[in-house]
């Protein structure tokens, strides 16, 4: 029997999507795990627990990615400037440039996503699509010579209802269309990953799914 993993790395390579593995709340070993069974991109959304996991002796060595898909506070950017792959869910103007100070004190480019608001929730974190164009076409936003934008980020309201879903991915591949500079659309987990593909997203991030549901602690 193929395990949950090997299926979604096929369904996700088969249409050339990037998978990023979450792996909040599991363990080094259940990392290590999924690691031999070939992935190479694994992401956290606490900085805490990334860098604790990016430091343990079993994963460090290792050509692993490491993601940071939460909310992410300005204080806490330092500790993963040295490091990080990709940061998802960039909000502000004041948080690129913490990361800009502290990719250039690492002597490194940090690529980044834009998070995008597209939810019908109060809860979540965000950019508007007016707010993004304005950040993305600001010029103080291009003399942040240590960030790069790669692209977009954007999570569907936690609902049943798949036409909702749908149509808040296609709003969002509607706009990262615009920007042909922007390469990568990160939307879609466990539940959603199907109709975020269908509706144009490039790489997905995927918890439960693969490693099983989180304890809640
Ligand atoms: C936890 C998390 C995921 C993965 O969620 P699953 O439903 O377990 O796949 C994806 N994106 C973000 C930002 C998360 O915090």
Known sequence: MMSNYTEIKKYCEDRMVTLVAIS???????????????????????????????????????????????????????????????????DSFKLLEEINKQAEKNNRIINVLLQIYIAQEETKFGLSFEEATALLGNEKSADLKNICIKGLMGMATLTENESQIRKEFSSLKNFFTEFHELKF??????????????????????GSAIFGERNLV
């Open 185 to 206: 659309l990160s939307m879609g987990m466990s539940g959603d990953h199907k109709i975020a593909i269908e509706e144009g997203s490039n790489m997905v991030r995927i």
């Open 24 to 90: 909040k709340t599991k363990t080094v070993a259940e990392i290590l795990s999924v690691y031999e069974q070939g992935q190479k991109i694994f992401g956290e959304n606490k900085v805490q627990e990334l860098v604790s996991k990016f430091e343990s002796p079993l994963l460090n060595k290792k050509d692993i990615e490491w993601h940071l898909v939460g909310h992410l506070q300005t204080n806490k950017v330092k500790f993963i400037a040295p490091f990080v792959s990709l940061i998802h869910g960039v």
